[in-house]
C-alpha cells in the first residue's frame, strides 16, 4: 500500500491560500475573510495562525525572498558572462511570477508596511548590484564596452524594468479587458527587454546570442 502524505498543516493551507487568490484577483481586493471563506474555516481559526493579512503578506514575502537572494550571487569563477545574466533574468522572472502579486500591487503593500518595504528596498539594490557586478565582468573580459556611469545606470534601469513590468503590461492589458480583472500577467517578454538594455553595449558572441533570444521571446 502506497504511503499517504501527511495532511498540510492550516498555516501551509493558509498561506497557499492567500497566495493564489492574491495573485488572482489582487491583494487590495482581499480580505481574511475572504481567505477564511475560501478555505471552508472560521476567521478565529485564521486569526490563531496570522494576526492580521499583512502577517501573511509578510511571510510570503519571506518565501519569495529566499528564493530570490541565492539568484543574485556573482560567480567569482569562471567569469560570468552573458549567459549567465540572461540565466538569472530567466529563473528570477519565474519566481516573479508565482508571487507575482508583490510586483502587481508594490506601492500599496509597502505603503503601509514599513518593515517589508524596507527590505524589498534591500532586495532592489541587491538585484542592481548583481546586474553591476555581472556589467564590469562583461568588461573585464571584452564582451562589453561601456562606461562605470554607462553601467551604473544600465543596472538601475533594469532593476526599474523588472520592477514595475508587470504593473506596466497590467495597465496596457486593461485598455483589452473589459473587466479589467487582475489576472495572470506574461513574463515571457521580459527578460528579453531587460537584455535589451545591455545589447548595444555588448559585442561578438554576447550580442549574437541576445539577438537570437530576442528572436524567441518576440
Excluded at 123 to 147: I, K, N, P
Excluded at 154 to 173: C, F, H, I, K
Excluded at 191 to 203: I, R
Aim: charged share 25%; hydrophobic share 40%; aromatic share 10%.
Amino acid at each position: 500500500m502506497a504511503d499517504r502524505k501527511p495532511p498540510r498543516r492550516t498555516r501551509e493551507r493558509i498561506l497557499e491560500t492567500s497566495l493564489a487568490l492574491f495573485n488572482r484577483f489582487g491583494e487590495p481586493h482581499i480580505t481574511t475573510a475572504d481567505i477564511a471563506d475560501e478555505m471552508n474555516i472560521s476567521p478565529g481559526n485564521l486569526y490563531y495562525h496570522f494576526r492580521n493579512k499583512d502577517d501573511i503578506i509578510g511571510e510570503l514575502y519571506a518565501a519569495y525572498e529566499a528564493t530570490v537572494v541565492p539568484l543574485l550571487a556573482v560567480p567569482d569563477e569562471p567569469p560570468p558572462g552573458v549567459e549567465d545574466l540572461w540565466f538569472m533574468l530567466h529563473v528570477l522572472f519565474e519566481r516573479m511570477r508565482e508571487y507575482r502579486f508583490l510586483y502587481r500591487d508594490l506601492d500599496e503593500i509597502t505603503s503601509r508596511n514599513r518593515k517589508l518595504a524596507l527590505r524589498f528596498a534591500d532586495l532592489l539594490r541587491r538585484f542592481d548590484r548583481t546586474v553591476l557586478e555581472l556589467c564590469r565582468s562583461l568588461v573585464r573580459t571584452g564582451q562589453m564596452h561601456a562606461s562605470e556611469r554607462e553601467i551604473g545606470a544600465l543596472a538601475a534601469n533594469a532593476t526599474l524594468v523588472s520592477t514595475y513590468w508587470m504593473s506596466w503590461q497590467r495597465v496596457v492589458g486593461m485598455q483589452h479587458s473589459a473587466s479589467g480583472e487582475a489576472g495572470d500577467v506574461s513574463l515571457d517578454h521580459a527578460a528579453y527587454h531587460v537584455l535589451a538594455l545591455v545589447a548595444p553595449f555588448l559585442t561578438g558572441d554576447g550580442r549574437a546570442l541576445i539577438e537570437r533570444l530576442g528572436e524567441d521571446y518576440l
